[in-house]
């Protein structure tokens, strides 16, 4: 599988992006789509994952409300929608897939098989 991401820029707080993943090299039905995001000197952390044949979807704490993660089944597409974005929401982010993950594995990277590449999103205060 591969993944591309992109989207990412510098906005302003309390402005909104929208990350676009595209997926590449086999049928995903069975896999589990997510979005990471690791900031200077920190971890990559979980923030955002959907089942791709459910649609089911599942958020850090940290997102809830202002991020929406959606997939596009046709075009083999995830987005993710971040609205009212925060100084602390800056970072490299990357999209990540893995099949059959239960949802108690989906925030941790090493549940993923397959990274894109990250795209940078920087948030001025």
């Known amino acids: 599988v591969q993944l591309q991401a992109y989207g990412g820029g510098l906005v302003q707080a309390g402005g909104s992006l929208r990350l676009s993943c595209a997926a590449s090299?086999?049928?995903?039905?069975?896999?589990?789509m997510g979005w990471f995001r690791q900031a200077p000197g920190k971890e990559r952390e979980f923030v955002a994952a959907?089942?791709?044949?459910?649609?089911?979807?599942y958020y850090t704490d940290s997102v809830k409300g202002r991020f929406t993660i959606s997939r596009d089944n046709t075009r083999n597409m995830v987005y993710l929608r971040m609205n009212s974005l925060k100084p602390e929401d800056t970072a490299v982010y990357y999209c990540?897939?893995?099949?059959?993950?239960?949802?108690?594995?989906?925030?941790?990277?090493?549940?993923?098989?397959?990274w894109g590449h990250g795209t940078q999103v920087t948030v001025s205060s």
């Open positions: 959907v089942r791709w044949s459910a649609g089911s979807t």
């Open positions: 090299g086999r049928t995903l039905s069975d896999y589990v």
């Open positions: 990540a897939t893995a099949p059959r993950l239960i949802t108690t594995m989906m925030r941790f990277p090493s549940s993923y098989n397959y």
